[in-house]
């Protein structure tokens, strides 16, 4: 059983019912799961027990990396995940500042690329990451963060993957990242490839070969109504041998990422998957 599969074993076994407020749907849930992704052998962390469409997660994470505050502009790139938070969460739906259809308000990358400063100036966390590892220079600080408490009431959702650190250790970079709520059926199987696909391209535009990824979660869970599924219908599966990630060797530089990149500049190699499951989304 590979390490996604036996984290819902876990939950399904050992998991504790609790109330989630916000969907008004309980979850399975257990506190502290470590998962672990072998970039520099490319093992591409691809759920195989299900077809995952990891293109719809790459565009998310590009999405993310050029400050996009707009599901209209997620959509343009391929990924749909955006369009139930910004317009159909009751409270933002309520919330003054929000600008209207599509609109996400301050949230993850915004406050990646735009972290906004005491002196109403701007801090691009991006751009200072990819500076100091293209120059060998890892202060110990080399840290992506979207989570801003002082501004969770100016976006629809607070950031689930919350922060990556970089750690570059001679010409080899490793990533860890935080993430403090996970559902495990549908968020985890987008975040595994993204932290992949994160450390993958932070490394090629900075001259560096890519570690591992170590991926924390603090409260994995499965929600009520996917329990069912998960059981009876996923973990009854076996897994195959996981696939191989290709990046275009063009993408050079943060500017390429912001401009020109696209999902087909990202193929993958023998995935093989079992069938499809729909499982249901909580808002």
Same mark, same amino acid.
């Given at each position: 059983m590979n390490q996604y599969e036996a984290l819902c074993q876990r939950i399904i076994d050992d998991g504790t019912w609790i109330e989630n407020s916000r969907t008004g749907i309980r979850c399975l849930t257990v506190i502290n799961a470590d998962l672990e992704y072998d970039v520099g052998n490319n093992e591409f962390p691809l759920v195989t027990t299900r077809k995952c469409f990891y293109k719809a997660a790459i565009a998310e994470l590009l999405g993310y990396l050029r400050g996009y505050d707009n599901a209209a502009d997620f959509r343009a790139i391929g990924c749909n995940t955006w369009n139930a938070n910004a317009n159909?969460?009751?409270?933002?739906?309520?919330? =003054?500042?929000?600008?209207?259809?599509?609109?996400?308000?301050?949230?993850?990358?915004?406050?990646?690329?735009?972290?906004?400063? =005491?002196?109403?100036?701007?801090?691009d966390q991006l751009a200072k990451i990819v500076s100091n590892l293209s120059n060998n220079v890892d202060d110990r600080g080399e840290i992506l963060t979207f989570y801003n408490p002082g501004e969770f009431e100016l976006g629809c959702l607070r950031p689930c993957m919350h922060t990556h650190t970089f750690s570059l250790l001679g010409d080899t970079l490793h990533l860890t990242s935080y993430m403090r709520s996970c559902d495990v059926p549908l968020g985890l199987t987008f975040n595994m490839p993204q932290c992949f696909v994160l450390l993958s391209l932070i490394a090629q535009i900075t001259g560096h070969k890519a570690g591992k990824v170590f991926h924390k979660i603090v409260n994995a869970h499965i929600y009520e109504n996917q329990v069912a599924l998960m059981k009876e219908v996923q973990l009854a599966r076996q897994p195959f041998t996981p696939p191989q990630l290709n990046i275009n060797p063009d993408i050079k530089s943060l500017k390429d990422i912001e401009t020109w990149v696209s999902t087909d500049d990202f193929t993958v190699e023998n995935y093989q998957h079992h069938p499809a499951i729909q499982y249901p989304f909580a808002v």
């Amino acid at each position: 059983m590979n390490q996604y599969e036996a984290l819902c074993q876990r939950i399904i076994d050992d998991g504790t019912w609790i109330e989630n407020s916000r969907t008004g749907i309980r979850c399975l849930t257990v506190i502290n799961a470590d998962l672990e992704y072998d970039v520099g052998n490319n093992e591409f962390p691809l759920v195989t027990t299900r077809k995952c469409f990891y293109k719809a997660a790459i565009a998310e994470l590009l999405g993310y990396l050029r400050g996009y505050d707009n599901a209209a502009d997620f959509r343009a790139i391929g990924c749909n995940t955006w369009n139930a938070n910004a317009n159909e969460n009751a409270a933002w739906l309520a919330n =003054p500042v929000r600008k209207g259809t599509d609109d996400m308000g301050r949230v993850y990358g915004v406050q990646g690329r735009r972290w906004q400063k =005491p002196d109403g100036s701007e801090l691009d966390q991006l751009a200072k990451i990819v500076s100091n590892l293209s120059n060998n220079v890892d202060d110990r600080g080399e840290i992506l963060t979207f989570y801003n408490p002082g501004e969770f009431e100016l976006g629809c959702l607070r950031p689930c993957m919350h922060t990556h650190t970089f750690s570059l250790l001679g010409d080899t970079l490793h990533l860890t990242s935080y993430m403090r709520s996970c559902d495990v059926p549908l968020g985890l199987t987008f975040n595994m490839p993204q932290c992949f696909v994160l450390l993958s391209l932070i490394a090629q535009i900075t001259g560096h070969k890519a570690g591992k990824v170590f991926h924390k979660i603090v409260n994995a869970h499965i929600y009520e109504n996917q329990v069912a599924l998960m059981k009876e219908v996923q973990l009854a599966r076996q897994p195959f041998t996981p696939p191989q990630l290709n990046i275009n060797p063009d993408i050079k530089s943060l500017k390429d990422i912001e401009t020109w990149v696209s999902t087909d500049d990202f193929t993958v190699e023998n995935y093989q998957h079992h069938p499809a499951i729909q499982y249901p989304f909580a808002v």
